[in-house]
């Protein structure tokens, strides 16, 4: 090797040693955003509680059995009638091997000393062998028994009631459909997300202001903050809560684009902490890594749609009122979503 360097010209020395440093310190960032996505994720892995859950059946008929569950703790809730929770599973998938597989997006409103409620809801299917994700918002005042207690009510109640167990157990009740995994984040750490990422760029359908915030229609730049009133306006949207879930697709979409964008470790670093503070999942690492490497480049198609229902006031309170037929619809959809068929 010592002959070899002696008969090298300078500028091959040069460029050999500039390369060597290039590739050691990618190496080593490489190493250190491994090592901070590993801290992140154990930070972020909260389980649900072990429990034994049977299976749907796909045809439109019951659901195949119940399984109960010891009663939830009253929390801040403790004069409501609670009842044995029943939840359901089609067995969990093999991430490795690309299976499809159901997620909840919960985004939460948590203050100090109160739990909050859920301020966004959606159940995502993705089927890697066709390459094909689905997004079901479901709004947060669709009227639905709240699993583990007697009572229907808003399903964004669920979170105040029992958290996300409960959060999930009233979904899977809803749509008659499994829910593998879920990520639960908290608002402020929305805001503080879109901050470390120096914010986000979304294309406004028409004028409106919230709060001392002016959004014109077009093409609009969101600091965090900003965003978040974006995402939360819906009494000046002709569509309601509808208009307002497809704003908060618009902001959730432009953050992973943006963030996939990231290239310093400083900024990954930055945006993890944010991560590690306000987002929970039962998401393991080693399925993190499985979803990056087996998922990630096959998901081409992304296709959207809401929970229908009609609106209607009970007892002075709106609610949306989900019929039978929308039911079965949204469910055949998981389903056929969910078919393992290539």
């Not at 929390?75 to 929770?85: E, F, T």
């Not at 094909?132 to 007697?150: F, H, M, N, V, Y």
């Not at 208009?243 to 930055?270: C, D, F, N, P, Y």
């Amino acid at each position: 090797m010592k002959q070899l360097w002696n008969r090298w010209r300078p500028w091959h020395k040069v460029a050999f040693v500039m390369f060597g440093t290039l590739l050691i310190a990618g190496t080593v960032g490489c190493i250190t955003v491994w090592y901070m996505l590993k801290e992140t994720a154990d930070t972020m892995y909260e389980p649900l509680p072990s429990r034994e859950r049977p299976s749907f059946l796909t045809s439109d008929g019951a659901n195949s059995g119940r399984t109960d569950l010891p009663k939830l703790s009253a929390g801040s809730d403790a004069d409501r009638n609670r009842a044995p929770l029943s939840v359901h599973d089609g067995g969990m998938p093999d991430l490795s091997a690309q299976d499809p597989f159901t997620l909840l997006l919960i985004g939460v409103d948590e203050r100090d000393g109160d739990r909050g409620r859920s301020d966004t809801l959606a159940f995502v299917t993705v089927q890697p062998k066709r390459g094909t994700a689905s997004i079901l918002s479901i709004p947060r005042d669709t009227r639905t028994r709240i699993e583990g207690t007697s009572t229907e009510d808003k399903i964004n109640h669920a979170y105040a009631f029992g958290g996300v167990l409960m959060t999930v157990a009233t979904v899977e009740k809803l749509l008659q459909a499994p829910v593998h995994f879920y990520v639960k984040t908290n608002m402020d750490g929305f805001t503080a997300m879109i901050d470390a990422i120096d914010g986000v760029d979304v294309a406004n359908a028409f004028d409106f202001d919230l709060d001392g915030a002016v959004f014109q229609q077009g093409n609009i730049h969101l600091s965090g903050s900003d965003a978040l009133k974006f995402v939360r306006m819906r009494k000046q949207d002709p569509d309601g809560d509808f208009g307002r879930m497809s704003r908060q697709r618009q902001v959730l979409q432009a953050m992973l684009h943006k963030a996939g964008r990231l290239s310093s470790a400083a900024s990954w670093g930055t945006l993890l902490d944010h991560v590690k503070r306000y987002v929970r999942t039962n998401i393991r690492f080693e399925q993190w890594s499985d979803l990056w490497l087996h998922y990630r480049s096959e998901i081409n198609n992304v296709e959207h749609d809401t929970l229908q229902g009609k609106g209607a006031k009970i007892g002075g309170i709106y609610y949306l009122l989900v019929d039978d037929q929308e039911r079965q619809r949204v469910r055949k959809n998981i389903y056929k979503n969910l078919d393992d068929t290539p």
